[in-house]
């Protein structure tokens, strides 16, 4: 029994906890309850005692579904619950009270608020959320490893290189890099190496292109792990071939362009370019000059520091030297005003040059302030600028944050910006409000083209990846945007071009089958008829010569009618090489069959025709077409493939005609012989590829070394 002093004490304790307890009867009913419970409930324990948890919070008259006191009086041990009252999170804990027989005599109940923890909880979560959907919209492959074994990468990765997410997890980070650069990459993943850097990637199919990897370690799920990001630049690389050729383009431009005097220097100031006009306006030859320091020949002595300090801190700081009117220095120590404009760039070395541009200004000191106005149009062109970013409300639309690329993009303020909804920003609503159900289906889709609107009406194309995650207990939307207007006008300007590149080639084409015709038709019936005459009119003259003729006159009688028969014959396969008139009296079947005779003696080949549903002949372009086909695929088989058989077969489908040939030759590595800079041998094969698409074909050859070549072609039936 316990004493006064010892159940003060008791109920000091009690009072103490700073979770809600309180004791309860086999009917669930509150004996005791601590302080903590009144404040809980906002009641006394007066009003507290006698009654249920069920009635006091949740205001039933019976216990509520999934009850930790109906559960515990089942188990006989602790039961719990989560859930929210109005905007608060409880843990309910119900404990069983046991005697020495192992009844239930009570229980102890305790209300935690876990409010703060389950905030807490939904922030991480939601920080998971938002980094894992900006990575997935990014458009750079990334990875995260450990001692450079892959253990994520993002939907990016998986389409630049095409290993699924299953097959990435454990793969070495140097099996998405090419052998001769994986021992560098390898070396930079385990030192922690974080700078940028290139190498050349390696795809699953084997295909590689040049890539730009940066790395950073970084706690991760309680492991210190790597962020790899790793970006193609294919498409940078061009660039920076393109640029070698315009810089030579530019060298010489500028070399002999007259009254404009270019100097070029390195980032140590020594001079490497030194054009005409400079020569004429300096004073120094242009040997003279290369080599030299710039603040030796033509800065004045009271400029040289600041002029050297200007220079510095455009290479290291970025600070770039303003365009403007200057005092500079003759050979002969003669000063005088010159407009010079300067511009800094990397060379395809990597390394800095600037280049100055100065117009003497002796003469034009009138136009000075035109000249000014002039110049504020041409600074520095605008840097380049990464893709737009918006956040905003899946319910209502309206956007909740933009980065200053998208401010650039559609010319809003932020103030503005965060006033608009979605739709303000889209031409085509309809197919917007398709795309946002998508997303919010549960999808990180990319849309390859959207049409987009900015704040002065100007309609533009862009591509776009967007996904969703939660923000502050609300769903919310995010794309990662991209003008693609140059772009479609490029692709759009090619695709005119190879429309007019397509018609100027059917109708060379058909030019050429005329004139074949014409050709073919000419030797067999104005050569043929010439070359017979000869013979006959040589039988009447043999005729009418006297019987003693010696050996050797008969002798070159019989070598006449040899040749005129001879170059009969030759011009009679001439004719049928050029056009045989048989494909056009009799069609494609017979043509070939005889076509195939002719070709199986002259090569010995073991030559296999098999004409599948071809009774009814389709149109004169068609069998055309196919007959050239086969015409040059054989003639290459004989010239390169050293093969012992060949398979012609010709069928009539539904809707279309197809060609199918096969040998068993050598065969070639297909990509090397089409490679665009050394076509080799393969004009015959693009030849063959241009015939079938004039007539909206479908043309595939498939060749390997050691295991012959196969040609497919579809052409369809009209």
Not at 82 to 99: A, E
Not at 283 to 307: F, H, T
Request: hydrophobic content about 35%; glycine content about 6%.
């Amino acid at each position: 029994m316990l004493t006064k002093a010892s159940s003060a004490q008791w109920r000091t304790t009690f009072d103490a906890i700073n979770d809600a307890v309180c004791l309860l009867d086999m009917n669930g009913k509150i004996l005791q309850c601590n302080k903590a419970m009144e404040s809980f409930l906002k009641k006394s324990s007066e009003e507290i005692i006698g009654s249920t948890c069920w009635e006091l919070v949740h205001g039933t008259d019976k216990p509520v579904k999934g009850c930790p006191i109906v559960r515990m009086k089942k188990t006989l041990c602790r039961e719990t619950l989560v859930l929210k009252v109005d905007d608060k999170w409880l843990n309910v804990t119900v404990d069983p009270v046991i005697d020495e027989t192992g009844n239930l005599t009570s229980a102890v109940h305790i209300i935690s608020d876990i409010t703060q923890r389950k905030q807490r909880e939904e922030a991480i979560k939601e920080s998971k959320e938002r980094y894992r959907g900006l990575s997935e919209a990014s458009f750079e492959a990334i990875f995260i490893s450990e001692k450079g074994v892959c253990l994520e990468q993002n939907s990016a990765a998986e389409k630049m290189f095409g290993y699924t997410l299953s097959e990435a997890i454990g793969r070495k980070g140097t099996e998405w890099i090419a052998p001769e650069d994986r021992e560098m990459v390898m070396n930079n993943m385990l030192s922690g190496y974080e700078e940028p850097y290139e190498a050349t990637a390696l795809r699953k199919d084997g295909s590689t292109f040049p890539a730009e990897i940066q790395g950073k370690m970084m706690h991760y799920k309680g492991r210190t792990v790597r962020v790899t990001a790793l970006n193609d630049i294919t498409k940078r690389k061009q660039a920076e071939e393109g640029l070698r050729k315009s810089e030579q383009r530019f060298r010489s431009i500028f070399e002999n362009i007259p009254n404009i005097a270019v100097q070029g220097y390195d980032a140590d100031r020594k001079i490497i370019f030194w054009n005409q006009a400079s020569e004429k306006l300096y004073g120094y030859k242009k040997e003279e000059a290369i080599g030299n320091q710039l603040e030796d020949l033509i800065i004045p002595s009271e400029m040289r520091e600041s002029v050297i300090e200007a220079v510095r801190n455009w290479v290291e700081n970025g600070i770039p030297i303003p365009h403007g009117e200057l005092k500079l220095m003759r050979k002969d120590k003669t000063t005088f005003p010159v407009y010079s404009s300067h511009v800094i760039l990397k060379n395809i070395n990597g390394e800095f040059e600037m280049y100055c541009i100065d117009i003497d200004m002796t003469e034009r000191k009138r136009a000075e302030g035109a000249l000014r106005e002039s110049e504020k149009k041409y600074r520095r062109l605008f840097n380049t600028e990464s893709d737009a970013i918006m956040i905003f409300d899946a319910e209502t639309l309206e956007f909740i944050d933009v980065n200053e690329s998208a401010l650039s993009l559609y010319g809003y303020t932020r103030e503005e910006f965060l006033k608009l909804r979605q739709p303000a920003i889209t031409a085509k609503p309809e197919e917007s409000e398709a795309s946002i159900k998508e997303t919010l289906a549960g999808k990180l889709i990319r849309i390859p083209i959207r049409y987009h609107k900015k704040k002065d009406g100007t309609i533009f194309s862009v591509e776009i990846s967007a996904g969703t995650f939660t923000m502050k207990n609300r769903k919310v939307l995010f794309g990662v945007i991209r003008d693609i207007t140059e772009r479609r006008q490029a692709e759009e300007a090619l695709l005119n071009s190879e429309k007019r590149l397509h018609y100027l080639s059917s109708q060379l084409i058909t030019a050429q089958e005329k004139e074949r015709r014409r050709i073919s038709l000419e030797l067999h019936d104005e050569m043929g008829q010439a070359l017979t005459a000869i013979s006959i009119n040589i039988r009447s003259i043999e005729k009418e010569l006297p019987s003693d003729l010696t050996p050797l006159i008969k002798e070159r009688i019989a070598e006449i009618y040899s040749l005129a028969d001879q170059a009969s014959e030759q011009i009679r396969e001439l004719s049928h090489y050029l056009r045989p008139s048989m494909l056009d009296d009799l069609g494609l079947v017979p043509t070939l069959h005889w076509y195939l005779d002719v070709y199986r003696k002259r090569t010995n080949l073991d030559v296999k025709y098999e004409p599948i549903n071809f009774e009814e002949r389709p149109s004169p372009e068609v069998e055309t077409v196919i007959y050239r086909v086969v015409q040059e695929a054989l003639n290459n088989i004989v010239k390169h493939a050293q093969a012992g058989s060949v398979l012609v077969r010709l069928e009539r489908k539904d809707k279309e005609a197809a060609v199918f040939i096969k040998d068993n030759g050598g065969g070639f590595e297909v990509n090397e012989f089409l490679a665009p800079d050394d076509l080799k041998g393969g004009i015959g094969i693009l030849g063959m590829q241009e015939r079938v698409s004039i007539l909206g074909g479908k043309f595939s050859i498939q060749s390997s070394k050691g295991h012959g070549t196969r040609i497919s072609v579809e052409i369809p039936l009209h």
